[in-house]
């Protein structure tokens, strides 16, 4: 289980200590990965916590309110990804007007040094820090020097197949509904985890019930029907097929995750689901009639039990 630690201001002597890696780490994918072993390398060489230093909200959010939602992850689902690779420790740091405000010799000092007290930070290629972005892996090998922290910084990693390790890739998949791609760079299917909503219920006068997500913050996959997996509260995992988008049938204006559990009765509204895309069966489509959208919607969860068996 990860430590969540939400500040770098106030902490114990027992919260301090660690080797991090610092950055983002949206989607904590296999370039990120890599940096986290970097980390992992340096605690065990120190007899240190390992501990990933993250933001949220992510600082997009700050610097661009009106953007398009575009994460990848929610905070838990991050601590989750990370209790795999060794992490001991997950510093959440609010990213407020003071964070962005700061230089970089501030951050380096004031956050990194004195508020949480590193002794090894690992960084990518790519790593910027401080107002403006001013701060560079190599400014951050010097403040480290100075500091009492020690610098690893990891090359841009990409796949022996020339794919590329990022964020940015992921999203570009995603966005293409090629999920067999952004599984293979994130090193697990996407997935999309939220409260059970109550919908129009239409599901059910068709014999379809779904359990209703809310996107949130995520970004926006290709619209349409997917194979799915759910992981349930209690851990049971149950086959899909689920519809992403907006229903133009229906004129929803919202885009909403629905999620059809084949083989399942069970009320699920407030429960919190977490539920992979593992396929992309097809686009959005308007039908004439709810009997021409049920022929439509059989069809699709044959599809999608061949595509999980």
């Known amino acids: 289980m990860v430590e969540v630690i939400r500040d770098w201001r106030g902490l114990t002597d027992a919260q301090k200590g660690a ?36 933001f949220d909200p992510h600082p997009r959010r700050l610097f661009q309110p009106e953007a398009a939602p575009f994460r990848l992850m929610t ?3 991050m601590a989750r990804a990370l209790a795999p690779l060794g992490v001991d420790r997950l510093y959440l740091l609010p990213f407020d007007r003071e964070m962005a405000g700061m230089t970089d010799e501030e951050f380096a000092r004031r956050v990194l040094s004195e508020g949480l007290g590193i002794v090894h930070a690992a960084v990518g290629f790519d790593f910027t820090f401080g107002k403006g972005r001013s701060g560079s892996p190599a400014l951050l090998q010097a403040y480290g020097e100075t500091l009492g922290f020690g610098v690893s910084v990891t090359d841009r990693i990409d796949d022996a197949s020339g794919l590329k390790l990022s964020s940015s890739a992921v999203r570009e998949a995603l966005k293409a509904g090629d999920m067999d791609r952004a599984a293979a760079i994130l090193g697990r299917p996407f997935a999309i985890q939220g409260e059970v909503i109550h919908g129009d219920k239409r599901g059910r006068t068709i014999g379809t019930p779904t359990a209703n997500i809310a996107m949130g913050e995520y970004m926006r996959p290709a619209y349409g029907v997917y194979a799915t997996r759910t992981r349930l509260p209690d851990g049971r ?8 988008g907006v229903r133009p049938m229906f004129e929803v204006e919202e885009p909403l995750l629905e999620v059809w559990l084949l083989d399942f009765d069970e009320s699920l509204y407030g429960e919190v689901l977490e539920t992979e895309l593992i396929a992309f069966l097809r686009g959005e489509m308007k039908f004439d009639g709810l009997d021409a959208l049920k022929v439509q919607i059989d069809a699709d969860a044959e599809a999608a039990r061949a595509v999980l068996a």
């Open 75 to 77: 905070p838990d689902q």
């Open 19 to 54: 080797a991090v890696a610092v950055g983002a780490f949206d989607g904590v994918h296999r370039g990120h990965q890599a940096v986290i072993a970097s980390a992992r390398g340096a605690a065990e060489r120190l007899g240190v916590p390992l501990a990933v230093v993250s």
């Open 237 to 244: 995992v149950v086959k899909g097929v689920a519809n992403l």
